[in-house]
């Protein structure tokens, strides 16, 4: 690998040995040198002053009367501050910057410093996950923050179930039979879009066995020689995505559980040519692809001229 994946790799001390200690974190919120990530509607606040998108924090000490701190999560220290992130409520878009807007980290994560772009994909997905786990799901009465909203415990005495963040695993895996590789495109991919084939590992089964499984299920193509090639943090909402690489022993497609709407055989020919759109350059997708192209080119990818590479998803009006 070149280097991590986008959300990985970050530089943030995630200061879990301090979640606990109630008291010193009391005394940071009070101190008021403490810096909020606010998402609404899991949405990220972002300017682009300088034609440079950046995230925005709030200092806590312009927020905190109107914030519990049992609502906010910590996420520990970065760039020598403490930061914690909160889910802002309401209907209407809030205004409290006057430069910054609300923004789906998705589409513009690539456009980030990574260590940004990390922290808050850390913020979504923890506040995904409190999101989704408002009720015990033994009992059904509130939870309440605990472990500066690392945990979740049911407010019922009698009860006291308590909730950890979670991750689901999924597989993704790039399928080649030597000179070309297997891609596929769902209904909501943009027009001309293909991808590598991806799911989620079940129960009672290896990732490598999701892997053989996946693949057949989508395309009734048939692999082996299941390769790990790393893994990347992807917080839409919750997921760990496991990167392999599998060799084809057939290459005849047939869609079969209705996942995708095509898939084909691509070579790096058809790739350099353009003839189709390439997932988004921050994605362990576009990495895969890469590696592969790369790894029996005389021209990187990247610097294919007519290669439909999307370096950014969403643009900025300047």
Not at 16 to 30: G, P
Not at 149 to 177: M, W, Y
Request: charged share 20%; hydrophobic share 40%; aromatic share 8%.
């Amino acid at each position: 690998m070149k280097s991590s994946h986008y959300f990985a790799g970050n530089s943030f001390n995630r200061l879990a040995h301090r979640r606990d200690d109630t008291a010193w974190l009391q005394q940071q919120l009070q101190d008021g040198n403490v810096q909020v990530l606010p998402l609404w509607r899991g949405k990220v606040l972002i300017t682009n002053e300088n034609n440079t998108p950046r995230m925005i924090s709030i200092n806590h000490a312009e927020v905190g009367m109107s914030i519990g701190n049992d609502q906010l999560i910590l996420l520990g220290e970065f760039r020598k501050q403490l930061y914690f992130a909160t889910e802002l409520s309401g209907d209407t878009t809030p205004n409290i910057h006057a430069t910054a807007q609300f923004h789906d980290l998705r589409g513009i994560s690539g456009l980030l410093h990574r260590d940004e772009a990390g922290m808050l994909g850390y913020a979504r997905a923890l506040l995904h996950w409190h999101s989704i786990h408002r009720f015990c799901g033994r009992c059904g009465s509130i939870n309440k923050s605990i472990k500066a909203g690392h945990v979740l415990e049911c407010s019922n005495a009698s009860c006291k179930q308590q909730t950890f963040p979670r991750l689901d695993p999924a597989v993704i895996v790039l399928i080649t039979d030597g000179e070309r590789i297997l891609l596929g495109r769902q209904a909501r991919f943009p027009p001309g879009r293909y991808s590598t084939i991806a799911g989620f590992v079940e129960w009672a089964e290896s990732i490598e066995e999701a892997v053989i499984r996946e693949v057949r299920e989508e395309t009734s193509i048939i692999v082996d020689e299941v390769h790990y090639h790393s893994s990347q943090p992807w917080p839409f909402p919750s997921s760990l995505m496991l990167g392999f690489v599998a060799h084809a022993l057939t290459t005849t497609i047939e869609l079969t559980d209705n996942e995708l709407e095509d898939a084909r055989w691509f070579s790096r020919i058809d790739i350099a040519d353009g003839k189709l759109r390439l997932p988004p350059t921050q994605s362990i997708s576009f990495r895969l692809i890469e590696n592969w192209y790369d790894g029996n080119s005389m021209r990187p990818l990247m610097s294919e001229p007519a290669a439909l590479i999307d370096r950014t998803v969403q643009v900025f009006n300047s």
